[in-house]
């Protein structure tokens, strides 16, 4: 069994920038991809971004284009999600999720096998 830890998030202004980290339990990522998604009370989960850990591909959800930088860091086996100019409603919990195998990270949540228990991002206005 997988587990994932999410760390980072909080409360943040509109126009800020936030961080949001994930962990695993086992000793690498290697060969896994990794994604994360929000989901705000009452809107289904959204793919915000992912990246294969050891292909490299990256996908990015829409919303997030170009201010959402999602990034590994294989000293510390974590994948980091850095959220730049954040808009209220990019408020919501945070999940990290990863899949085994694979070379682009999909958008769809139903592929994941491993979820976090989430983080919260709160952005004001």
């Known amino acids: 069994q997988v587990q994932l830890v999410e760390s980072g998030g909080g409360l943040v202004q509109a126009g800020g920038s936030l961080s949001v980290s994930c962990a695993t339990s086992?000793?690498?990522?290697?060969?896994?991809?990794v994604g994360w998604f929000r989901q705000a009370p009452g809107t289904e989960r959204e793919f915000v971004a992912g990246?294969?850990?050891?292909?490299?591909?990256?996908n990015y959800g829409d919303s997030v284009k170009g201010r959402f930088t999602i990034s590994r860091d294989h000293a510390k086996n974590t994948v980091t999600l850095q959220m730049n100019s954040l808009r209220p409603e990019d408020t919501a919990v945070y999940y990290c999720?990863?899949?085994?195998?694979?070379?682009?990270?999909?958008?769809?949540?139903?592929?994941?096998?491993?979820w976090g228990q989430g983080t919260q991002v709160t952005v004001s206005s």
């Open positions: 086992r000793h690498t990522f290697r060969n896994y991809v």
């Open positions: 999720a990863a899949k085994i195998y694979g070379t682009f990270p999909s958008p769809q949540a139903r592929v994941y096998d491993y």
């Open positions: 990246l294969a850990w050891s292909g490299g591909g990256v």
